[in-house]
């Protein structure tokens, strides 16, 4: 579907971004349509919530892989089990429900478990799969606390297993380049990043809207991801934060947050300013400003379609399936016996600073980030 | 040179603009080209400070005013005195230096006092020019302290005479537009506003860099753009605010702020945040995110080619001389005897929030905003 033909070298080049980026992002194959060279190598994937993410992204992604299959699904809603063992030839054994779930020890078709269940559900199933010898890539945010994705990254390290979190955007060609870009002072010296991510939320009755569910709302779903772009961006952890809250609508947003900003140092000197909504559409960039210039990415956290500017000239990237790159990564990194670049500390880090946050929300004071 | 002929109505209206607002930011005539029935009517005004601003833009404004005519400066470099008067045909007995400003009062070529000093000057100069008899504008910020603007709006109460801050973007058709496309819901309900203004400052001699002359650094000079912007669109005074600086470069910074985030909160629950800074380019704009769309100014604060984009759809405006615009309304206002809607007390509303900015970075913590 994608070609590494359309890489525009020169141009790419000209914007600041090195060759070496280019060819690490391309060799990857995620967007280069090579096949897979022996399908019996593919590691076999569980995935666990069958909800519109597993349906419409991941499932699809997972038959974009070079390394990966989709080979068990674990669900909830029995309805579903046919259905998607017919439209993606799943056996009949290893199809399973979140009571009879720990029988995937034994299932020789599974390595990995994805788990893509509401926030509220990952500590129990990373725990599980982890129990049940399986390797867990699990969605964002990581967990409802900094304390549960300490025990998850203790129960993947007691099991032996590799435990990553689903951070799609650091697989992109559109981050890598950016964070490339950056390093390599396309812009001069990095002085300031501004971040946001939100959304118009609909159905009123979703789990999202759920505190029980969801941990948090626009911070733990969306807000992540520009925390996650400005750590991804400086290399560093934020020393501090400083945020606020506004709920505009208290109905509907009840439980969870609706719209927070907040503010970030890094100890580079760096400062970073953020925001996150559940109650407006249009917010989805990432610009960093620096001495000589400045980067941009808008929309920056979508599926597809993602936009790189820098110092005003559009970097003609190619785009690709984000949960491909991710899971391709995984895999790689399991049979390479290496952590994952994403792995629970990387989710731990994230939950540190969103808790972080809503602590500086109740306390109206700069609130420093614990350490991971 | 500019006519309203170019006026693209349908595309303005279209854009949720409305037609009142089109008629009267057009009958103004900044940029209708009208000029003048009877120059005998306009008033005088003595230009205090001939530094940069004055002679690249207000000077040259000045000579586009329907209602004022450059009448007498003020100047503390003896070589200027001749090269201004008889650039622009200044009597020789209407030109004064900063000793014997005072004798201005018995100047009857002189009705408005325009201060275009560095900010430490202001509070001195605002009561010597109202207790020689003569209205004032004085640039942006106000003064160096919330103190003084109080005291400055005394002085000027109690001579009678009529004070104005010289918040040139709130005569704009972009500024005026914006403010009348949210206000009627063109994008839904505001529910965030996001606004920066910086750029990277070149010769570290400069008295911007003296906090003895400028009071502060980046958000005195061009952050307050930001914030003027925030409060013109709510219509609303922040309730409380919580700041954060960083430095990069401690030598060029080593007296005034070099960068500053901030976040506001506003009565009616709309957040703001914001961001300026000393040290990089291309930060210049306002976004108002609301529930059914967004409107934006990049670049929203330049002197001229400011650019408004509402729902995705670029307005097109007529470009127009944001000082000319701000004299003219000043000299209207005093003939017509009604206080500026950018009077003294706008410019006190500001420097409470800028004190409010720089005890939040003090204290690390959210600070209530000071009541005007």
């Given at each position: ?153 203790a129960a993947c390290e ?104 907040w503010m970030m140092k ?107």
């Amino acid at each position: 579907m994608h070609s590494n033909k359309n890489l525009p070298r020169r141009d790419f080049l000209s914007a600041g971004v090195s060759a070496a980026c280019v060819a690490s992002v391309a060799q990857a194959g995620y967007f280069s349509g090579v096949p897979s060279r022996d399908a019996s190598k593919k590691l076999g994937v569980a995935l666990v919530g069958l909800g519109s993410l597993s349906t419409n992204q991941i499932a699809p992604a997972l038959q974009k892989t070079a390394n990966c299959r989709l080979s068990a699904i674990v669900t909830g809603t029995p309805d579903k089990e046919k259905k998607w063992a017919d439209k993606y030839g799943i056996n009949s054994g290893s199809i399973y429900n979140y009571e009879n779930f720990d029988k995937i020890a034994s299932d020789e078709n599974v390595d990995i478990v994805y788990i893509v269940l509401p926030n509220s559900m990952h500590h129990e199933f990373t725990i599980r799969a982890a129990k049940a010898g399986k390797h867990v890539l699990c969605e964002k945010p990581m967990a409802n606390s900094s304390k549960e994705c300490r025990e998850m990254i203790a129960a993947c390290e007691a099991a032996n297993k590799q435990l990553a979190i689903g951070y799609r955007c650091q697989f992109t060609s559109h981050h890598l380049s950016l964070q490339t870009a950056v390093k390599g002072k396309a812009i001069g010296d990095l002085k300031m990043i501004e971040a946001g991510f939100g959304f118009r939320i609909g159905d009123p009755n979703q789990w999202r809207l759920k505190k029980a569910l969801a941990g948090g709302g626009a911070l733990m779903d969306v807000g992540i991801y520009a925390l996650q772009a400005c750590r991804f961006l400086t290399g560093n952890e934020p020393i501090s934060i400083m945020a606020q809250e506004t709920k505009t609508d208290a109905a509907k947003f009840a439980e969870v947050d609706e719209s927070i900003t907040w503010m970030m140092k890094f100890p580079s000197g760096i400062d970073a300013y953020c925001s996150t909504s559940y109650n407006f559409n249009g917010l989805n960039k990432v610009i960093a400003y620096g001495s000589n210039g400045l980067a941009k990415m808008d929309p920056a956290y979508s599926y597809s379609d993602l936009q790189l500017e820098i110092n005003g000239k559009k970097v003609d990237l190619p785009q690709q399936d984000h949960f491909a790159a991710e899971l391709d990564d995984f895999a790689t990194c399991i049979r390479e016996n290496r952590p994952s670049k994403v792995s629970g500390k990387e989710g731990l880090r994230d939950l540190l600073a969103i808790e972080a946050i809503y602590q500086s929300i109740d306390k109206r004071t700069s609130i420093d980030v614990q350490k991971a």
